[in-house]
């Protein structure tokens, strides 16, 4: 390992940084994929195939991406809509040059995702499909030409896939449905075919159900509806490993110590469920929407800072997380800003590097709790 943290470090010293390396610049300090590995768990991060925004070909976010991680996830390019323009035809090319990268700097690729089952983020043209006289065999035979097409390309390049992304309405637990799903004549048959297929096509591979439920309150519904999902899949048999928490934490004000305090018994009891059904769990989407905290930004810092590490003190207490996946590194990129702005308009600080690259408090506050967490076995 420490060949690793050497390589990392020097590769990341090496290239040309449009910002001053002080102390508090990744070259200067262990990464977090090092002090992870330390534990028996890793640290990775989003990234995108677009060159002027969180991607490998922007050297700044590259620079950070080799000091920090271990493991890549694609933010949108494996995703329907990226990859399958049409019915009859894929396109690969911006994921692949994401996959090629992470190989070439010998970084893990998560597969994000095979199914979103909403709607919105599936191709319009799927919403619109005509699934002809056997509409549950026309569907189905989609999903399997889709699911199959991607996991045999890569192959065991890539050993965990988001299999399902986002199938449980968050305000009512109950499950989604799309048109391919109402065309296989329900959601359950959809996305137990979405598993067993990309289990029988990469039977070496981690298999996750990812979703947004979270620990703060407003999700009980959300929680109850993916437990209902994941002891369904536990009970018809199919093949999944993994419960996907994708952590999008939200900050409510000043106290984000009483915050998390008071969050943590309904989560721990969810958690406990959930790993209590035998799944692994995984962060796959970690960042914190900065709400209730004043604008200041060094304020707003230690807030962020000091309520992600409280959630990951109780992320990391369970042995079945290994894996911690940030969606993106830096402030300027972040998909929290165009989304929800803030009402102050003050520029969102969601990420461990600031928008000009600059490490922050989140990203001490991520290396302390994996120090601080109890290590994983082999
Ligand atoms: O960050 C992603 C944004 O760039 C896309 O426009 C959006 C739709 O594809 O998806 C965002 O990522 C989402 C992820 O795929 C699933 N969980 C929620 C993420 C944030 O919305």
Redesign the pocket.
Known sequence: MSEKITRRASLAGAVALPFALSGNAPAAEVGLDAVARGRGMRFGS?L?ARAQGASMDNPAYAALLRADCGLLVA??EM?W?HLRPAPGKFDFAAFDRIMAWGTANHMAVRG??LL?QRRK?MPVWLEKYDFGARPARAAADILVEHITTVTKRYGKRIESYDVV??AVTPETGALEETALSQAMGGTEATLDLAFRTAHAQAPHAELVY?D?MSWEPGNAAHRAGVLRLLEGFRRRGVPVHALGV?S?IVTAGPDTSGSARGYERNWRQFLDAVTGMGYRLLIT?LDVRDNGLPADPAVRDRGVADYARRYLDVMFSYPQLRDVVA??LCDRFS?IGP?EPRPDKAARRPCPYDADYRAKPLRAAIAAAFARAPARGT
């Open positions: 989003a995108s933010e949108n995703k809509q994000h995702n979103w983020w992304n986002e990812n947004y994708q999008h989407e969606w993106g998909w989304f």
